[in-house]
């Protein structure tokens, strides 16, 4: 059974990397999948207004997709803690001795002497609400979820999302010729990848040279592939 304790400073961690974990999906996609849409464009029309509208048409449409997958994700982990929360009031109806006895064990687990063990097991089943939160986080290893977790999800990302697709998108406000503008983009994107993939390496702990590599790197075998794709059946 887990031992470790949770403080109030470990729910703020928490809501932090969930976050920053909403930004990093929203933007990681927002930069990749327009940047590959007008890639593609780029080598199959001329019309640069026609990219630019597609694009956005994207932008909009992917981030709503995006934001309603990270309030979906919200919402079904709320029904999971909520599910699990009223199981655990019923074994404690059910099976008091069972649900005391694994209370104990984890007192035991901390090294606390029997005596002690017993004194905090009989204090807190004292009041059954206590009682269900402390099982809830030390033996399932749930923490009750923020209530607003799956707007603030959705909001996240889908923002997110229409920040990232809006950088390799915004060279063809400004030029118009289709290729020109996909140089400029794949230059502004690329560099932003390389840098998001960087900082994202750097909070996940893993090298950052090779994550900014590895992102930038997928960005471009996207954009690559599109293009080449739209430029084979444009003939």
Known sequence: MDTHLHHDHTEEHVTSSQTIADIVIGMADGLTVPFALAAGLSGAVKDVHLIVIAGIAEIAAGSIAMGLGGYLAGKTEQDHYASELRREYDEIERLPEVEKEEVRIFFEGLGLSAEVQNQAVAELIKDKDRWADFMMKHELGLEKPDPKRAGKSAFNIGAAYIVGGLIPLSPYFFVDDGIIGLK??????????????????????????QGAIKVAFIGAIAAGCAFGIAKLIGG
């Open 184 to 209: 400029i983009s794949a230059v502004v994107t690329l560099l932003c990848l390389f840098v998001f993939g960087f900082f994202k390496s750097k909070l996940t702990g893993t090298d950052p040279l």
